[in-house]
Every structure is written in C-alpha cells, then in structure tokens.
C-alpha cells in the first residue's frame, strides 16, 4: 500500500496514525501527479481528491488492466467520479453518475 500527500506534516501525520493501527504503507510527501515511479506498476491508483486531467504518470504508472479511480473535475462546478482501466492505448472508462466535490489538486 502506498499514499502520497503534499504537505509533510500530514504524510507524517497519516504515517503515525496509520502505525498506531498496524499499518505501515509507504508514505511519500511528493506531488501526486507525478506518482510513485519507483514502486510501479500499480494494480490500482485511487485519488482522493479531484484533478482536471489524467495525470499521464499515472498511466504510464498502471499496470495493463489495472484501474485509476478518481473525480474528474475539467472545470470548475463539473466534477464526476470516473473508472479508467488501462489498456495499450492509455486509459478508458465510464463516468459515475452522482456528482462529486472531492479538494482540487494542489501542486509545488
């Protein structure tokens, strides 16, 4: 399991919280758009918060017939869960029909 988060302080955060349970993913504090390079390809990427396009790292990141699930939001006020599974070509999928209002994506 891995996560990634922008700040420090809350990859730091979740890491101790997620010990204090049992867990220990991998936490990285890094831009989520780039993904983790170093530990793909992924079965899965799931965003937890919205972005205007599909990263191509996390494409290029998921592994043939893995999926990315995340709130696709191209414009502001328009945003909806999407499931792309990844092929030769790229990633292709199908909109959720129930809105979603995920936090925007936040760079460096």
Known sequence: MFSIDIE????????????GLGYRP???????????AEFAPFDMIIATYAVPAI?????????????????LKPSR???SLVRLVRDDN???GRFDP???????????
Not at 26 to 36: M, N, P, S, Y
Not at 98 to 108: E, G, K, L, P
Request: glycine share 10%.
């Open 8 to 19: 420090p302080d809350l990859a730091q955060l979740a890491r101790d919280r997620l010990a």
């Open 26 to 36: 991998t936490l990285r504090a890094a831009d989520g758009a780039d993904g983790l």
């Open 55 to 71: 990263p191509k790292a996390w494409i290029d990141q998921t592994q043939p017939d893995g999926v990315i699930h995340v709130d």
């Open 77 to 79: 006020g328009a945003g």
């Open 90 to 92: 790229g990633a292709e």
């Open 98 to 108: 129930i809105y979603a209002a995920f936090m925007d994506m936040r760079s460096r």
